[in-house]
């Protein structure tokens, strides 16, 4: 898989992407910026890259020769305090607080998976339990994994949910979700506090901010998963994230 792709997208998706994700922040400073300034001083800036731990489901794996910096697209507010997370292979690149733990996965049929914690816990669980105020940052990827895809594409597009190929967790989608397409290959998500959705973790003390993609037409694409649940103060870091996370990989 490659390290690095340019994604095209148009500035009403990535607009519709701010306004959803920031229209679950709770009321806070003036200085806090709203979708139309994030948007606005949004600009391209470097930043550094961490690679995880990773744990390798095939032998003899090898790790990549990766950069220590990558261009993303950050307000002012975040340069200095985010780093862009990924695995030992580069297969996936994620946004979160800078400092924090990390650890990674790939598995032998090319899936993956990032976790960005306070902690550097290795895994964290799908869902919490209520009032759970675990914070994370968990990215994914199905690879050629075609039941992955499935589980995790079908809560949010009918078409994979009425293709009747496995069983859907949530058909109709998950009670209480919030969902909006931004594309016709990704759809965005919130999951409020109690609300175990399609985000992971989901269902604890935190909105759970998530995008998930599935692009049909390119062949043997993978679905990607962001799921970025995180304090109110850092809520405003997960719209960024999840913009960057849509800019990458929106049509893989």
């Given at each position: 898989?490659k390290?690095?792709r ?5 500035g009403?998706?990535?607009m ?20 139309s ?10 930043v ?12 003899n ?5 990766l ?8 307000t002012?507010?975040?340069?200095g ?13 994620v ?12 598995g032998a049929?090319g899936?993956?998976?990032?976790t ?11 869902y ?11 990215a ?6 075609a039941?992955?895809?499935y589980?995790?594409?079908?809560p949010?597009?009918?078409?994979v949910?009425n293709?009747n ?10 009670k209480?979700?919030s969902?909006?397409p931004?594309?016709?290959?990704a759809?965005?998500f919130?999951?409020?506090?109690g609300v ?10 935190n ?8 692009a ?10 962001e799921?970025?649940t995180?304090a109110p ?13 849509y ?5 893989l």
């Amino acid at each position: 898989m490659k390290n690095s792709r340019v994604i095209i997208t148009s500035g009403v998706a990535v607009m519709l992407l701010l306004l959803f994700v920031l229209s679950f922040i709770p009321s806070r400073s003036a200085t806090t910026p709203t979708p139309s300034t994030v948007s606005n001083t949004t600009s391209a800036a470097r930043v550094s890259v961490t690679v995880c731990p990773t744990t390798y489901g095939a032998r003899n794996t090898e790790p990549s020769q990766l950069p220590s910096q990558i261009t993303m697209q950050l307000t002012a507010g975040l340069a200095g305090h985010v780093a862009a997370y990924t695995d030992g292979l580069g297969i996936e690149f994620v946004l979160a607080p800078r400092g924090w733990g990390c650890a990674a996965t790939v598995g032998a049929d090319g899936t993956s998976q990032v976790t960005v914690t306070p902690t550097g816990a290795s895994s964290v669980p799908n869902y919490l339990s209520s009032g759970d105020a675990t914070q994370a940052v968990v990215a994914s990827q199905t690879s050629v994994c075609a039941g992955c895809l499935y589980d995790q594409a079908c809560p949010l597009f009918s078409s994979v949910a009425n293709a009747n190929v496995y069983t859907c967790p949530a058909p109709s989608g998950y009670k209480g979700e919030s969902a909006t397409p931004v594309s016709a290959t990704a759809v965005e998500f919130a999951d409020g506090p109690g609300v175990r959705g399609s985000g992971s973790p989901s269902g604890g003390a935190n909105v759970a901010m998530g995008l998930v993609t599935y692009a049909p037409s390119v062949p043997n694409s993978a679905s990607y998963l962001e799921t970025c649940t995180l304090a109110p103060r850092y809520q405003t870091l997960c719209s960024v994230s999840l913009l960057n996370f849509y800019k990458l990989y929106e049509k893989l």
